[in-house]
């Protein structure tokens, strides 16, 4: 296509398209791309060169054993993927209100959200929408915002994790997360003097893996403090790994005060007090910039800010 435009594209590209790239995409061979669509080969071909006619470039290279997408391929090929998730997102809410149902939500939460303000809310819209299916998604917060921008997410609670993400995501602020060091209450620096942070150092630990935002956050409250990372430790975003670790052995973690509130109330777990510190931040309600809330998700995020404001005015 020698003149791509937003007009032409609209008059020939058609869904059968999208799912061939996403096919191809996933397969990577097109005998196989032809099995799961339950074509021929040859129809696959033929459609194939017809978008990269239209398009005016290829999409896939054409290698003796796969087809691995060009570089203007993978751009293609995450509109697709994005498009065909909305589409199904679409389907679901009106196949879901037709017969009845409430439709669909599907929302994402870091840890310290899915421990207390994600459970009340959802207890709150099923009260209003019995019929409401909820999916809810756990994970940190740059593996959400990569959920929400391939449209397989309504919103997430989570927090930004660098400055670029403003720009491609709108927030609002719901609590601060603040973190403490807890060890089981069966752990020797429970009835010890307080240790320094060297010694604390020298105990396992069981931290965030390496890469996540939390981790890199932890890593500089431990620069901070003057002393190095611990060397002994156990790398997790499991958070029933994280505390069931934490309660059978000797061991130290920083997680956040949300999630080990009930494990503290019950003496289960305690807190050491040290130097170390990790500046609470506010963790809230993420959405894709320029796309409003509509329906059970708009609802679902006046529940969230709602509560966190009365939250707020009983701690003032």
């Not at 090929?77 to 994005?82: D, G, K, M, P, V």
């Not at 959400?144 to 993400?165: C, G, I, Y």
């Not at 620069?223 to 670790?245: C, H, K, W, Y």
């Not at 130290?252 to 990790?278: N, S």
Request: hydrophobic share 45%; charged share 20%; with cysteine.
């Amino acid at each position: 296509m020698s003149d791509l435009s937003f007009s032409s594209v609209c008059n020939w590209l058609k869904f059968k398209h999208l799912v061939l790239i996403d096919t191809l995409g996933r397969t990577r061979n097109m005998h196989v791309a032809a099995q799961q669509m339950n074509l021929s080969q040859p129809a696959i071909s033929k459609m194939l060169k017809e978008i990269e006619n239209l398009l005016g470039f290829a999409l896939f290279e054409r290698q003796p054993r796969s087809m691995p997408p060009t570089a203007l391929g993978e751009h293609v090929l995450r509109y697709a993927q994005i498009a065909l998730n909305d589409a199904r997102a679409f389907v679901e809410q009106i196949s879901s209100l037709r017969e009845g149902g409430h439709g669909h939500l599907k929302v994402g939460g870091i840890f310290a959200a899915t421990a207390v303000a994600l459970p009340e809310a959802i207890l709150q819209i099923k009260q209003r929408w019995p019929l409401l299916s909820i999916e809810v998604v756990e994970q940190t917060s740059n593996h959400l915002m990569d959920m929400l921008e391939e449209k397989k997410l309504d919103l997430a609670v989570a927090r930004f994790t660098e400055q670029s993400q403003q720009q491609r995501y709108d927030f609002q602020a719901l609590a601060p997360e603040p973190f403490c060091i807890v060890v089981n209450s069966r752990h020797p620096l429970c009835t010890a003097a307080p240790a320094s942070l060297q010694q604390l150092v020298e105990w396992p630990w069981i931290l965030y893996p390496v890469g996540t935002p939390i981790r890199a956050r932890m890593e500089l409250a431990f620069a901070e403090a003057g002393v190095a990372m611990p060397r002994n430790t156990v790398d997790t975003i499991s958070m029933q790994t994280f505390l069931q670790v934490l309660q059978r052995g000797p061991m130290i973690g920083m997680l956040p005060d949300a999630m080990v509130e009930p494990l503290l109330e019950r003496g289960q777990l305690k807190t050491l007090d040290t130097p170390l510190r990790l500046v609470p931040q506010d963790y809230g309600i993420l959405t894709r910039k320029g796309e409003p809330l509509v329906g059970a998700a708009l609802e679902f995020a006046e529940i969230l800010l709602a509560n966190a404001r009365l939250a707020k005015d009983l701690d003032g």
